[in-house]
């Protein structure tokens, strides 16, 4: 195929510059009104639905998933969607289960409600390993993909300025306002975001046909999403036992995604919020994945599946959507690098800071917070660069979740159901589930012969691994005070009262009503698909 050609029209670069200057304009606007600490981490606990199920989308979408969703599906086909559906499912998952327990608690972060269901060592490992995630992982690792794109634009400027650039734009704002100033940028820059990529989808089913030649010319097991155990994407028994693992990870117990939920002004706003977030993520296939394996009839020849998604966009669009749709590639970055800037520094501060200097008022709390987030900003800008380094960095990303959060999971889940996990049994399954992940990692990464043990099947073996351990040790040991963690269980007597509340609810308004529903659609959906 002929060299891509990434010019920008004046219209676009226009477009691209009337945007930023709003966006960073409306982050400082919001700033305006004076922080406690309570309204920098958590916008004073007073969003409301729409603006959470928009802010949980435009965090969650990146310019890795942008740009891998649309590569993997034109490498290996519609497989990788089964990571967004799943995430109605674990989203509805956290509404009925764990989403009343953590605003009921008023907990700041996720490792603030470990400490309380444990101790302090467990909100101890689990902040670092996040704090560690967000910055190296999540923040880098969408600088990079943003700069991939940006080095197609601006091909003369070193890759360190690019990344710097756009981790300024971002943290601009979030060092002013915090999490207010996060969330509302994000809900406009979800609009944008969806726009963008409606647009994309148009033309690019557009050109190659239709949906009906698209349908009939693309090989049938690349429009599968229940794929053979020996599949290299996503095996069947992965997508059953791993796939609900790391989504629970990442939706329910991440702090960069639950902190938009932690912001709501009620327990009702946060599920409605939670769930709104679910249902637009099941459009992704049509508007994002699908793009990726019409362009196997558009360009049977690129080298890398990465450039399906700058290909689609240069060579498609005409001038002013380019513009609109690279504002929306450049709105995912900065929602996302936004995000776990405010994320980590609110981990920092509450789970480190305060706890050392409880008497430390609220201009002190928000001041370390702002610092933390020019530290980890550039941190981020330092590492990000270093990623051209790498081979296959991006499934290795995903891999490194595998190996590094299923005792996290095991620990929540175990405490969420059972009153006996205690904290001698958490630090247990802590240390084990580590000492095994590093041990799969050694047999299943960097030996020879490697074990082949897909990284889907990884994480179900470690968590049940640290389910077992915790479980063993709590019963050999001192169970923990009744009294301590009555309030962080659940039981079928909340249930029962649960629903006593909401006999009188109209059942559109009904958070249960909605799960199923949203459940069906996604259900229809996988079949349609499957």
């Known amino acids: 195929m002929p060299t891509l050609d990434a010019t920008l029209s004046t219209l676009d670069l226009a477009v691209i510059a009337l945007y930023a200057l709003c966006i960073i304009a409306l982050g400082l606007f919001v700033s305006k ?4 600490a309570e309204d920098y981490f958590l916008a004073s606990r007073e969003m409301t639905w729409p603006v959470i199920g928009l802010a949980l989308l435009a965090s969650n979408i990146s310019s890795t998933t942008l740009i891998g969703l649309a590569g993997a599906a034109y490498a290996t086909g519609i497989s990788v969607y089964n990571y967004e559906w799943m995430a109605t499912v674990v989203l509805a998952f956290f509404c009925v289960f764990f989403l009343p327990f953590l605003l009921r608690s008023q907990v700041y972060t996720l490792p603030e409600y470990l400490e309380r269901r444990y101790d302090r060592r467990a909100r101890t490992y689990f902040s670092a390993l996040t ?3 967000n910055i190296v992982v999540d923040t880098a690792g969408t600088l990079y993909g943003g700069a991939i794109m940006l080095k197609l634009i601006l091909p003369e400027w070193p890759l360190w300025q690019i990344v710097a ?3 300024l734009s971002a943290g601009v704002y979030t060092v002013a306002g915090g999490l207010r100033a996060v969330i509302y940028t994000e809900t ?8 963008a990529s409606v647009f994309i989808a148009f033309f690019a089913f557009g050109k190659a046909g239709g949906w009906e030649a698209v349908m009939a010319a693309v090989d049938p097991a690349k429009l599968s999403l229940i794929r053979p155990l020996d599949d290299p994407g996503v095996p069947w028994l992965g997508l059953v036992l791993g796939v609900p693992l790391l989504g629970f990870y990442f939706w329910c117990t991440n702090q960069f995604m639950v902190q938009r939920v932690l912001s709501a002004k009620d327990e009702n706003h946060g599920r409605w919020g939670a769930l709104f977030a679910g249902l637009l993520k099941l459009p992704v296939l049509y508007v994002m994945v699908l793009p990726g394996t019409a362009a196997i009839l558009l ?3 690129l080298d890398k599946p990465d450039m399906v998604y700058p290909t689609l966009i240069f060579d498609l669009l005409p001038a002013g959507l380019v513009g609109i749709v690279i504002a929306g590639f450049f709105a995912a970055i900065m929602s996302s690098i936004a995000s776990t800037f405010n994320s980590a520094a609110t981990l920092v501060t509450m789970d480190f800071v305060r706890p050392r200097m409880p008497q430390a008022s609220n201009a002190a709390l928000v001041r370390a917070g702002r610092i933390t987030t020019i530290v980890f900003m550039v941190l981020a800008v330092a590492w990000a660069p270093q990623i051209e380094r790498f081979e296959s960095l991006w499934q290795y990303l995903q891999a490194v979740l595998a190996y590094a959060v299923p005792p996290v999971c095991a620990l929540f889940l175990v405490g969420l159901f059972w009153r006996g996990a205690n904290a001698t049994g958490a630090l247990a399954s802590i240390v084990v589930g580590l000492l095994g992940g590093a041990v799969l990692f050694y047999l299943n990464v960097i030996a020879e012969p490697a074990l082949g043990l897909h990284f889907l099947l990884v994480a179900p073996v470690l968590f049940v691994l640290s389910v077992v ?3 063993t040790v709590s019963l050999a040991t001192t169970p923990p005070q009744a009294e301590k963690v009555e309030a962080m269980l659940w039981t ?3 249930y029962r009262d649960e629903t006593r509340a909401l006999a009188g ?6 958070y249960r009503t909605q799960s199923v529903l949203l459940l069906a659609l996604t259900a229809a959906i996988v079949w349609a698909f499957r």
């Open 469 to 471: 351990v915790l479980i």
């Open 505 to 510: 609810t109209a059942r559109w308004k009904n």
């Open 33 to 36: 009104r004076r922080a406690s």
């Open 188 to 195: 406009v820059q979800a609009v944008i975001l969806l726009g």
């Open 131 to 133: 704090i560690f995630l």
């Open 492 to 494: 079928p007597a909340f």
């Open 165 to 167: 650039v756009l981790a």
């Open 299 to 301: 360009y049977p020849t």
